[in-house]
């Protein structure tokens, strides 16, 4: 079927990205709920759509991130031996 080394080096790129991209969507979600909140609320609409943007993101996708962390913790452990 594929190759199993270029198998193996699409599953690190997908998995080395993934926090990249977790790491924009959250900044993503913090600018537009600045923005919404701003149209919305002016300066206090602002603060609440970010206080509200950082609770949700840190439920959603925080659990991703601390997944990541771990990963990283797990190389690092076996990069040791």
Do not use: Y
Not at 35 to 50: C, D, R, T
Not at 55 to 69: K, N, Q, S
């Amino acid at each position: 079927m594929g190759d199993e080394q270029g198998d193996n080096m699409l599953s690190r790129i997908i998995v080395s990205s993934w926090a990249v991209l977790i790491e924009i969507s959250l900044w993503l979600l913090l600018l537009a709920a600045l923005i919404g909140g701003w149209q919305a609320g002016g300066i206090g609409g602002a603060i609440g759509g970010l206080v509200v943007a950082f609770i949700v993101g840190a439920m959603f996708l925080g659990a991703f991130l601390v997944l990541e962390d771990i990963r990283k913790s797990v190389k690092a452990i076996e990069n040791r031996k």
